[in-house]
C-alpha cells in the first residue's frame, strides 16, 4: 500500500516538473520574441479638474494589452526640446455666423501659442478641407485666417471626410499632431439613408437614423497616424441643423472621436458655447501636460492595430490616450 502511494507521489511530482518546465519554456519562447518598438502621444489630466495636474516621472506609465502588460523604454515629457507641436484647426463652414463672437477667443488662444507651435487654419466644406493657412510658426498669420464660416450648405458637407483628408495629407512627423475641430459632428453626406422596415414593407427614407459610418473611419485613419482630435461644438445653419436628434447624433460622432484619439469634446450638450474661453484654457492645460510613451509590442504577421490600454497609479492622475497603436508587419 506505502509502495503504491509512493508511485502515485512520485507520478505527482513529475507531471508538476513538466508542467514547470513547459510553462518556462513558453515564458521563455514569449521574452524572446522579436518586438518592434512605437509611440503614442497620451495626455496627463487631473481627476479632479480644478486641481493640479501631477507630473508623471518613468515608471510612472504602464500599457497594457489584454492581460499582459507591455514593457515601456521610455516616458518623455512634451517640453522643452520635445515640446514642437503641430495644431492644425478645421472650422465648418456650415456653421451659424453667430460663432463669430466666439472666434475672438480662438484668434487669442492662437496669439498665445508658444515658439514651438506650427498652426494651420482650414474650413470644412464638401468633404474636404480649404486651406486659408499651411502650418506657421508665424501666429500672426494663422490668426488673419480666421474669419466667419459661409453658413452654407450642401449635400456633399461631412466633417468626418473633411478631416480624413486632411490626415492622410499630413506629413509624417514625430512630433505632437493634434487637431481642434470647431463644427455640429452632423455629416449631412449621409444623413439620408434607405433602410429596410420589415420583409412584407417597401423601403423608406430616415433622415440620419444612426450614427455616420465615417465617424469609426476618420477616428481609424487619426490613431493610424497618431493624430489626436479635439471638438467645439457649434450650432449649425438648417433644418438639420436646427433638430435635436440630428444634433444628438452628431455630437455623439465628436465624443467617439475624440474618446478613441485621445482627445477631448468640449460642448454644452447640443447648445451653443457661450464663450470658447474655458474651454481653450483647458485645452492648453492638456497640451501642457503630455508626454510621449515609447513601448514594446510584437508584431503579427501583418501591419495592423493592436488594442491597448494606457494607465496610471499616481494619485489624482488620469491619461487620455488612443485605443489603438498601430504596429508594422513582423520582418
Given at each position: 500500500?506505502?509502495?503504491?502511494?509512493?508511485?502515485?507521489?512520485?507520478?505527482?511530482?513529475?507531471?508538476?516538473?513538466?508542467?514547470?518546465?513547459?510553462?518556462?519554456?513558453?515564458?521563455?519562447?514569449?521574452?524572446?520574441?522579436?518586438?518592434?518598438?512605437?509611440?503614442?502621444?497620451?495626455?496627463?489630466?487631473?481627476?479632479?479638474?480644478?486641481?493640479?495636474?501631477?507630473?508623471?516621472?518613468?515608471?510612472?506609465?504602464?500599457?497594457?494589452?489584454?492581460?499582459?502588460?507591455?514593457?515601456?523604454?521610455?516616458?518623455?515629457?512634451?517640453?522643452?526640446?520635445?515640446?514642437?507641436?503641430?495644431?492644425?484647426?478645421?472650422?465648418?463652414?456650415?456653421?451659424?455666423?453667430?460663432?463669430?463672437?466666439?472666434?475672438?477667443?480662438?484668434?487669442?488662444f492662437?496669439?498665445?501659442?508658444?515658439?514651438?507651435?506650427?498652426?494651420?487654419?482650414?474650413?470644412?466644406?464638401?468633404?474636404t478641407?480649404?486651406?486659408?493657412?499651411?502650418?506657421?510658426?508665424?501666429?500672426?498669420?494663422?490668426?488673419?485666417?480666421?474669419?466667419?464660416?459661409?453658413?452654407?450648405?450642401?449635400?456633399?458637407?461631412?466633417?468626418?471626410?473633411?478631416?480624413?483628408?486632411?490626415?492622410?495629407g499630413w506629413?509624417?512627423?514625430?512630433?505632437?499632431?493634434?487637431?481642434?475641430?470647431?463644427?455640429?459632428?452632423?455629416?449631412?453626406?449621409?444623413?439620408?439613408?434607405?433602410?429596410?422596415?420589415?420583409?412584407?414593407?417597401?423601403?423608406?427614407?430616415?433622415?440620419?437614423?444612426?450614427?455616420?459610418?465615417?465617424?469609426?473611419?476618420?477616428?481609424?485613419?487619426?490613431?493610424?497616424?497618431?493624430v489626436?482630435?479635439?471638438?467645439?461644438?457649434?450650432?449649425?445653419?438648417?433644418?438639420?441643423?436646427?433638430?435635436?436628434?440630428?444634433?444628438?447624433?452628431?455630437?455623439?460622432?465628436?465624443?467617439?472621436l475624440?474618446?478613441?484619439?485621445?482627445?477631448?469634446?468640449?460642448?454644452?450638450?447640443?447648445?451653443?458655447?457661450?464663450?470658447?474661453?474655458?474651454?481653450?484654457?483647458?485645452?492648453?492645460?492638456?497640451?501642457?501636460?503630455?508626454?510621449?510613451?515609447?513601448?514594446?509590442?510584437?508584431?503579427g504577421?501583418?501591419?495592423?492595430?493592436?488594442?491597448?490600454?494606457?494607465?496610471?497609479?499616481?494619485?489624482?492622475?488620469?491619461?487620455?490616450?488612443?485605443?489603438?497603436?498601430?504596429?508594422?508587419?513582423?520582418?
Open positions: 500500500m506505502k509502495s503504491h502511494q509512493a508511485v502515485i507521489g512520485l507520478l505527482g511530482i513529475l507531471a508538476a516538473l513538466i508542467v514547470t518546465a513547459t510553462t518556462v519554456q513558453s515564458q521563455e519562447k514569449n521574452t524572446t520574441q522579436a518586438t518592434v518598438q512605437v509611440h503614442v502621444v497620451v495626455t496627463d489630466e487631473a481627476v479632479r479638474g480644478d486641481s493640479q495636474v501631477p507630473t508623471l516621472q518613468e515608471g510612472d506609465v504602464k500599457v497594457k494589452q489584454g492581460k499582459s502588460f507591455l514593457k515601456v523604454d521610455q516616458l518623455t515629457p512634451a517640453r522643452g526640446e520635445d515640446a514642437a507641436l503641430q495644431l492644425f484647426i478645421l472650422i465648418d463652414d456650415t456653421l451659424d455666423t453667430g460663432v463669430g463672437n466666439n472666434l475672438n477667443d480662438l484668434k487669442d492662437i496669439s498665445a501659442q508658444p515658439a514651438s507651435t506650427l498652426i494651420g487654419i482650414g474650413y470644412m466644406a464638401n468633404a478641407v480649404q486651406v486659408a493657412q499651411n502650418f506657421t510658426a508665424d501666429h500672426s498669420l494663422a490668426v488673419n485666417a480666421v474669419r466667419l464660416p459661409r453658413g452654407n450648405l450642401s449635400t456633399m458637407d461631412s466633417p468626418y471626410l473633411s478631416l480624413i483628408s486632411l490626415v492622410k506629413p509624417q512627423e514625430k512630433v505632437r499632431r493634434e487637431v481642434l475641430v470647431v463644427t455640429d459632428g452632423i455629416d449631412r453626406l449621409r444623413g439620408t439613408q434607405r433602410v429596410q422596415l420589415g420583409p412584407s414593407y417597401s423601403r423608406t427614407y430616415h433622415s440620419l437614423p444612426v450614427m455616420s459610418p465615417d465617424v469609426n473611419s476618420a477616428s481609424e485613419v487619426s490613431q493610424r497616424h497618431n489626436l482630435v479635439y471638438s467645439m461644438y457649434a450650432v449649425s445653419v438648417g433644418r438639420t441643423g436646427g433638430n435635436l436628434r440630428n444634433a444628438q447624433i452628431g455630437l455623439s460622432g465628436l465624443n467617439k475624440a474618446d478613441e484619439t485621445g482627445g477631448r469634446c468640449f460642448s454644452l450638450g447640443t447648445s451653443s458655447l457661450v464663450s470658447f474661453k474655458p474651454y481653450l484654457e483647458r485645452l492648453q492645460k492638456n497640451f501642457d501636460n503630455q508626454y510621449y510613451v515609447d513601448f514594446e509590442v510584437i508584431p504577421k501583418k501591419e495592423g492595430f493592436q488594442r491597448i490600454n494606457v494607465t496610471t497609479e499616481v494619485p489624482n492622475a488620469e491619461i487620455a490616450a488612443p485605443d489603438n497603436v498601430w504596429v508594422p508587419a513582423a520582418k
